[in-house]
């Protein structure tokens, strides 16, 4: 006979009460019931101090009257002896002990005709018994289910996990912005609300105002939104000021230790609970946790496989060592363009560079990672100048932490500072095609006033000449070229003359001296012939074609246009590619051909877009916005110009190239007197404008063709890129294939097709391919930016 369980909803000590409020997780909360629903167990994973416990108790609060016989608590954190786990299950669910049978077989048997929840909260260091324990339940208990606790899976049939992340933390200013931010818009931060919230707790008097506003976001990035360390850092506001506690942070494991008294011990402290972290590896995940710390923001596979190992750290293991800190919810694993990148969080960071600090490693360690990324960079180069342009560019996006961090090692030192221009000046294409060409001249600059005279000092001088330039500072630009003359002339390095000489030309240029930079540019050329540089090649072709255009030979422009494309064609290149169209748009809105400048524009924008290359891209809408204006669409091509404006100075370029003033200019003054005293509105619209807003504007992208619909189907909400892409999809291509197709980054049409898949409601690509088969066949096809007009059609 089944011996009747008590109600667990009747027992004050199965649910405890919250003492403080809960916050956030709403989203969380409604997973975990839709997940119960449908699953027996349900595991909630994340790293020490996330919040997996008070989630789970609150989940299991709202779920009481789901199940007939109610909702028990197992807290298995003081256990350590597993042949106890049994009992103090059964214990919990208020079972009695005097029954012959074994442990397990009693506890089925009590369980096996009840409607019951488990809350089993922390598996991690009794992972293999509590697996045991729950696959024996499931087995033979048909109506209980499970809520599980862990910071690493139970890996059985019935388990569907769910990985908790930290609390929302407010996003960090932008570059170009003042940093400020209005306490009622950091509130929508779940961590935010919760440090006030504790905060407030502890000194009443406390509350979020302008003037600690940034500080509190601040705080909250800087805690990654961990709910225990905001916890701990609340607990100081009652001796110091919110700003005092973010400035300690710099020693973070002395300043959280104040815990509170009722907390496990474990839990008391910041520095306790990494600990019990760390014991629950292996000897050589540890070591990995320590060395990977070394990597500022993300890192793949390969980076912490060049970097890490030695005698004592084979290579072949790395990879099982990174599934182990995975599973053990120490690493986070995200996926970009197809590729695996782990991260660490900065608590958890701190914790292994203490560990790596003790160890005596960490310059070593330095410097290998400043030698590996140094690799990359030549690596990134030749590809940055061949087919694999969009790829490489996108992994150096990706790595520019660990480039920075690269940096800052090699400014300690002349002999580092070497290493580090090597480094900078390889990434010449790259701080242009990124827009950061501020952070490229401030690495530039610092490590040439520590290697001034070197012979790696030709290519840093020359690399920041250019980036002066094209931020208009031509008369800084001109003097590092004459630097980088004389050094390169003393030390035989003639290759870096042509460079010398093709960067004197663009500062010509933008001087608003067309026959002297054609001069310039000329001779550049020869010399990259000499050379063998095909990509100093196409770009002084491109140069010279806007010189000869500014001279009035706007055919002879076109035919160098046309020669660069050919050798672009040739390499794959696209970056080029986008230069010479939007050159020959230019000329061909000289020539008066509007609608065909547009569509050169709007192909350079499209390719500019892959890159994020905010200058070009700022060019192209700029054309754009002049075809809008003849068409008198005054008030779009004004919101055009703002959005052109923002994007400069994203980039720290003040103002257009000089050549383009005059158009510049005209266009502001005939959208000012169409607009009359709307005309700065729109101005202010388009300068308020994200960068994937003023695209879509300019390419038309939210324009919806007029077709008929059945009525059950959701395309309606599909823009007219994510339609195209949905005919792609259809047509079998994968991510990587409409990148290619439409000139964008695997990554962008990844985001599209997720965006369709939840318009649509739909779960996979072949769903994708059924709707457009059933009915979207006889939609006239998507207007596309066709690389017909070029060789690097597809």
């Not at 609608?595 to 060019?619: H, N, P, Q, S, V």
């Not at 003033?661 to 709307?678: K, N």
């Amino acid at each position: 006979m089944v011996r009747r369980i008590p109600d667990p909803r009747l027992r004050s000590s199965s649910l405890p009460v919250e003492a403080a409020s809960f916050v956030g997780r709403r989203h969380e909360l409604t997973k975990i019931r839709t997940l119960l629903g449908n699953n027996r167990l349900v595991t909630l994973l994340g790293v020490g101090g996330v919040g997996k416990t008070r989630l789970a108790l609150r989940a299991a609060h709202d779920l009481q009257r789901a199940f007939r016989d109610g909702v028990c608590v197992v807290d298995l954190a003081g256990l350590s002896d597993a042949g106890l786990l049994v009992q103090t299950t059964g214990a919990a669910l208020g079972l009695r002990d005097d029954s012959p049978l074994p442990p397990i077989e009693r506890l089925i048997d009590q369980l096996a005709e009840r409607q019951v929840l488990i809350v089993l909260d922390n598996c991690e260091h009794l992972i293999d018994d509590c697996a045991a324990l729950v696959d024996a339940l499931l087995s033979h208990c048909q109506d209980v289910r499970v809520l599980a606790t862990s910071r690493t899976a139970l890996q059985i049939e019935a388990e569907c996990t769910l990985p908790l992340p930290p609390l929302s933390v407010p996003d960090a200013p932008e570059d170009d912005s003042d940093g400020t931010v209005s306490p009622e818009a950091l509130l929508a931060s779940d961590a935010v609300q919760l440090f006030t919230a504790r905060a407030s707790a502890c000194l009443p008097d406390f509350e979020l105002t302008e003037d600690n506003a940034d500080a509190v976001a601040e705080l909250c990035r800087r805690l990654d939104g961990i709910p225990l360390a905001l916890e701990l850092a609340a607990v100081r506001i009652r001796s110091l000021s919110v700003r005092q506690i973010l400035d300690g942070l710099s020693d973070r494991y002395r300043l959280l230790t104040q815990g509170s008294r009722t907390a496990l011990p474990r839990q008391r402290t910041l520095r306790s609970l990494m600990d019990w972290s760390y014991d629950l590896l292996t000897e050589d995940a540890r070591l990995l946790w320590a060395r990977i710390s070394v990597f500022a923001g993300s890192f793949e596979l390969d980076a912490a496989e060049g970097i890490c190992p030695d005698d004592a750290l084979p290579r072949e293991d790395v990879l099982d060592l990174l599934a182990e800190l995975v599973d053990k919810s120490v690493l986070l694993r995200d996926e970009r363009d197809g590729q695996a990148r782990y991260r660490l969080l900065e608590t958890i960071k701190e914790y292994g560079l203490n560990r790596l600090r003790a160890s005596g490693e960490q310059t070593t360690l330095r410097r290998r990672h400043r030698d590996w990324y140094a690799a990359l960079t030549a690596h990134a180069l030749t590809q940055l100048k061949d087919g694999e342009q969009i790829e490489a560019y996108h992994r150096l996006r990706a790595e520019q932490a660990n480039l920075r961090a690269a940096f800052e090692f090699c400014i300690t030192s002349a002999d580092d500072a070497r290493v580090g221009l090597g480094m900078a000046t390889d990434l010449r294409h790259f701080w242009i095609m990124s827009g950061t060409l501020s952070e490229g001249r401030r690495w530039l600059v610092e490590l040439l006033a520590l290697a001034p005279d070197t012979p790696d000092a030709v290519g840093g001088l020359t690399s920041a000449s250019k980036l002066a330039i094209l931020q208009a500072d031509v008369a800084e630009g001109r003097r590092l070229l004459a630097r980088a003359r004389v050094l390169a002339t003393s030390t035989g390095q003639e290759t870096w003359l042509a460079e010398i000489t093709h960067n004197e030309g663009i500062a010509s240029l933008f001087s608003g001296d067309p026959a002297t930079a054609l001069t310039h540019f000329t001779d550049a050329l020869d010399g990259h012939k000499k050379a063998g540089n095909d990509f100093g090649i196409m770009v002084a072709l491109i140069q010279s074609a806007a010189a000869r255009s500014l001279l009035g030979e706007t055919s002879h422009a076109l035919e160098l246009c046309e020669e660069c494309l050919e050798i672009s064609a040739r390499h794959g290149d696209r970056w080029c590619a986008a230069l010479a169209m939007w050159t020959q748009a230019l000329l061909r809105w000289h020539w008066n051909e509007a609608e065909r400048a547009e569509t050169l524009a709007a192909e350079t924008l499209a390719i500019k877009e892959a890159f994020d290359d905010r200058l070009g891209m700022a060019m192209a809408m700029e054309l754009i916005a002049w075809v809008t204006e003849k068409r008198g669409q005054h008030a779009r091509a004004a919101t055009l110009l703002g959005a052109v404006q923002s994007a400069m100075r994203s980039v720290g370029t003040p103002s257009l190239f000089k050549h383009l003033e005059r158009g510049h200019d005209s266009c502001l003054e005939r959208t000012r007197a169409a607009l009359g005293e709307t005309w700065q509105t729109h101005i202010d619209k388009g300068a308020a404008m994200d960068i994937d807003s003023a695209i879509a504007l300019a390419l038309r992208r939210t324009t919806k063709p007029a077709v008929t619909h059945h009525a059950d189907r959701q395309d309606d909400d599909l823009t007219s890129r994510e339609r195209e892409i949905a005919e792609l999809v259809a047509q079998g291509m994968s991510n990587r294939d409409i990148a290619a197709t439409l000139v964008i980054s695997p990554r962008t049409a990844e985001k599209h097709v997720e965006k369709i898949l939840t318009k649509l409601g739909l779960s996979s690509r072949t769903q994708i391919g059924v709707w457009f088969a059933t009915g979207h066949q006889d939609d006239p096809a998507p207007t596309r930016f066709a690389d017909r007009h070029h060789p690097l059609g597809a």
